[in-house]
């Protein structure tokens, strides 16, 4: 048998050795949890559910149950969704909605889903400023309003004035469910005019997000003969601003 050059044989070698490398990697996987450039198309109807160790969903991209297509996104401690966009019924055009932990499907925040370019949540009551006169020795009603609860706290400004020789005195009344409770204060005045600046938290008033229930001021002049004047700068709903005013109860 003749015998095979050297060289031929190093260059079989090489020719294994490149058939070896070439089909080890052929056999080896791209890295799946890894995307470095490019698009990613979930096309179809496809979704995307990202979970917490626990189970708990926190990010789905896809068909809701009422067939429309949009995004949730969800705390991981399970108190519910956070922020949902398009989720909404098909009866209104899809809103962009914010949740209170714990509080779907009922939003705190929200788009119009009728009137576009609107704020549907949260409601903002607009402030007042009328007056009225008050000269009976007994409480008489002064302002009134019904308020829909939608924050935790109360913001009252108000005032009650009294003239020289005349002695009066205002309070803020909340009536729900039959009752009457004063909340805060009652303010006086002589000869001058008293403001007050309040801030009635669930402790005071005990309004869950959704009760309606009925403000009053009531004023009445207790000393001289000249006319008082209750007036309201105004009433907000507003947050809570620390851990304390946030107690109910």
């Given at each position: 048998?003749?015998?095979?050059?050297?060289?031929?044989?190093?260059?079989?070698?090489?020719?294994?050795?490149?058939?070896?490398?070439?089909?080890?990697?052929?056999?080896?996987?791209?890295?799946?949890?890894?995307?470095?450039?490019?698009?990613?198309?979930?096309?179809?109807?496809?979704?995307?559910?990202?979970?917490?160790?626990?189970?708990?969903?926190?990010?789905?991209?896809?068909?809701?149950a009422?067939?429309?297509?949009?995004?949730?996104?969800?705390?991981?401690?399970?108190?519910?969704?956070?922020?949902?966009?398009?989720?909404?019924?098909?009866?209104?055009a899809?809103?962009?909605?914010?949740?209170?932990?714990?509080?779907?499907?009922?939003?705190?925040?929200?788009?119009?889903g009728?009137?576009?370019?609107?704020?549907?949540?949260?409601?903002?009551?607009?402030?007042?400023?009328?007056?009225?006169?008050?000269?009976?020795a007994?409480?008489?009603?002064?302002?009134?309003?019904?308020?829909?609860?939608?924050?935790?706290?109360?913001?009252?400004q108000?005032?009650?004035?009294?003239?020289?020789?005349?002695?009066?005195?205002?309070?803020?009344?909340?009536?729900?469910?039959?009752?009457?409770?004063?909340?805060?204060?009652?303010i006086?005045?002589?000869?001058?005019?008293?403001?007050?600046?309040?801030?009635?938290?669930?402790?005071?008033?005990?309004?869950?997000?959704?009760?309606?229930?009925?403000?009053?001021?009531?004023?009445?002049?207790?000393?001289?003969?000249?006319?008082?004047?209750?007036?309201?700068?105004?009433?907000?709903g507003?947050?809570?601003?620390?851990?304390?005013?946030?107690?109910?109860?």
């Open positions: 048998m003749a015998a095979v050059p050297l060289d031929l044989l190093d260059r079989i070698r090489a020719l294994e050795r490149q058939v070896r490398e070439l089909a080890g990697r052929a056999q080896t996987r791209p890295a799946m949890n890894r995307i470095t450039h490019g698009a990613v198309v979930i096309g179809e109807g496809g979704s995307l559910d990202v979970r917490a160790p626990g189970g708990a969903q926190v990010l789905g991209v896809g068909q809701f009422t067939g429309r297509y949009g995004v949730s996104m969800a705390r991981e401690d399970g108190t519910g969704v956070a922020l949902e966009v398009g989720g909404n019924d098909t009866t209104a899809q809103m962009v909605r914010l949740f209170a932990r714990g509080g779907y499907p009922s939003p705190i925040v929200m788009d119009d009728y009137a576009d370019g609107y704020l549907g949540r949260p409601w903002v009551p607009i402030p007042l400023a009328p007056s009225a006169a008050v000269t009976a007994d409480w008489t009603t002064t302002h009134a309003g019904t308020i829909w609860t939608q924050h935790a706290v109360l913001a009252a108000w005032s009650i004035y009294a003239p020289a020789g005349t002695t009066a005195e205002a309070r803020l009344m909340l009536k729900h469910g039959g009752n009457l409770t004063q909340l805060d204060d009652t006086t005045a002589t000869g001058k005019e008293t403001f007050t600046s309040q801030r009635i938290t669930p402790s005071a008033h005990g309004l869950s997000r959704g009760d309606t229930a009925t403000l009053l001021i009531q004023a009445r002049r207790t000393a001289g003969t000249g006319t008082a004047v209750a007036w309201c700068q105004g009433m907000w507003s947050n809570t601003a620390n851990p304390k005013e946030a107690t109910y109860r």
